[in-house]
């Protein structure tokens, strides 16, 4: 049974529910990229200003709206079936404001999908929607959209507001059957499944009587801002992706930092993106694309991305047979290289310990405090989160400490992921 959704304040609910569609861009958008999306917003905004005469009269040039990233995961092909009914899912986004985007994917599918009726709306408990919230999203004005292999599609703006944190239920009608999914296998978040047909529109719950623990090709939202301090893509594994955490807890050390930036001023405050996929290494591909293969488009292509947390590399010396770190050292390399070619910072967080994991070696152990020296020392990453260090045994060093173990002796417990979350200097981001 899913866990209650978080409440949200009256002023709160009051913006959810509120459309301020006024104020939102008019002209359909319907691309690969949201940079036509940016394009609309930034005309519109400048008509706007044209409009006013109060701007024209003191000359001042209103803050250009654009896209950030508001909630994004990282996807594969996962094994399901879908098909004939509505998969409805659950997200919590790191940012709020208007002119919300979706994006549904179908990168790694193998024929095109339809989308028949695509809905949006506030979470109130499970698979229920808020009264009054649920709306209707189009792709170039029509409420249908096919896919085709190997491409994802934005939606065009919804009217609306949406309230920083707020649980989002995205409700997606498959008419035909589909077998070669993209979507995320670890969601650690209650997706619903209904009896066959179209359940979209409506905000009961009735209708889904089947969940899941993944998601279905939902891979990324986006909503309109003028803060110019954009997102940071937290890049990494398990650790990253939420292991070791409850079903619906969102205790994530991305969840916990994305609740240490909703105590800063709207300026100051960056949208937290978690593309973290359980098993993933760095240099070879297995559970999910390898690291180098994923990143420009899981980190670089984010809209907004001011900053990329790299937290990656333990499964491949927990899994690998290294003795240098050089292969390691080489792909965070090639990782940076292409993060400044796009003017992006990337901060390096040291590997935390892993010793009574299954895979422990005092050899792999050795790999892996010499790469974090090197993490450390070699000023190749704009800034270091010695992650290692926040979460070790002080008497101990090579495992874990113990209030931070989930038990396995790798993966991280509540405590020690809200560690890593307020071991990032926010001022670093």
Excluded: C
């Amino acid at each position: 049974m899913a866990r209650p959704a978080h409440r949200l304040t009256m002023a709160a609910l009051a913006l959810a529910v509120t459309g301020a569609t006024a104020a939102l861009p008019t002209a359909p958008v319907h691309a690969e990229s949201p940079a036509t999306a940016n394009a609309t917003a930034n005309v519109t905004a400048a008509a706007r200003a044209a409009a006013s005469p109060a701007a024209a009269r003191k000359g001042d040039t209103p803050a250009r709206p654009h896209l950030v990233g508001a909630w994004t995961t990282s996807t594969d092909r996962v094994v399901a079936a879908l098909g004939g009914q509505t998969v409805r899912m659950v997200v919590r986004v790191s940012a709020g404001g208007g002119g919300t985007r979706l994006r549904l994917s179908n990168v790694f599918g193998t024929a095109p999908v339809t989308f028949a009726h695509v809905h949006v709306g506030v979470q109130a408990y499970g698979a229920e929607i808020l009264t009054g919230t649920n709306r209707q999203v189009t792709f170039g004005g029509r409420k249908f959209v096919r896919v085709p292999a190997g491409r994802a599609v934005w939606s065009d703006p919804i009217p609306g507001r949406i309230v920083t944190g707020s649980a989002l239920v995205v409700s997606l009608y498959l008419p035909g059957t589909v077998s070669g999914i993209t979507g995320h296998e670890r969601a650690y978040a209650t997706t619903f499944l209904s009896d066959p047909g179209d359940h979209a529109a409506e905000e009961t719950a009735d209708g889904f009587t089947y969940t899941s623990t993944q998601w279905y090709f939902l891979d990324r939202i986006a909503v309109e801002t003028t803060s110019k301090a954009g997102s940071v893509v937290a890049f990494g594994d398990s650790i990253t992706d939420g292991a070791g955490q409850n079903t619906d807890a969102n205790r994530r050390w991305t969840d916990y930092l994305r609740q240490r930036m909703a105590r800063l001023s709207p300026s100051r405050r960056m949208a937290v993106l978690n593309a973290g996929i359980a098993g993933n290494r760095l240099l070879h591909s297995g559970v999910g694309p390898s690291g180098l293969s994923r990143f420009y488009r899981d980190a670089l292509t984010q809209p907004g991305v001011r900053t990329v947390v790299v937290f990656m590399g333990i499964n491949d010396i927990s899994r690998g047979e290294y003795t240098s770190i050089k292969p390691l050292a080489y792909g965070y390399k090639r990782l940076i290289r292409l993060a400044h070619a796009r003017k992006i910072k990337v901060l390096g967080a040291t590997l935390t310990p892993f010793y009574g994991f299954g895979t422990w070696t005092p050899e792999r152990e050795d790999v892996r405090l010499r790469l974090n020296q090197w993490i450390r020392t070699s000023k190749a990453f704009d800034g270091v989160l010695d992650f290692d260090k926040a979460v070790r045994d002080p008497e101990f060093p090579e495992q874990l400490a113990v209030p931070y173990d989930s038990g396995d002796h790798l993966h991280l417990s509540d405590a020690g992921r809200r560690k890593l979350a307020y071991t990032v200097s926010l001022g670093a981001l």
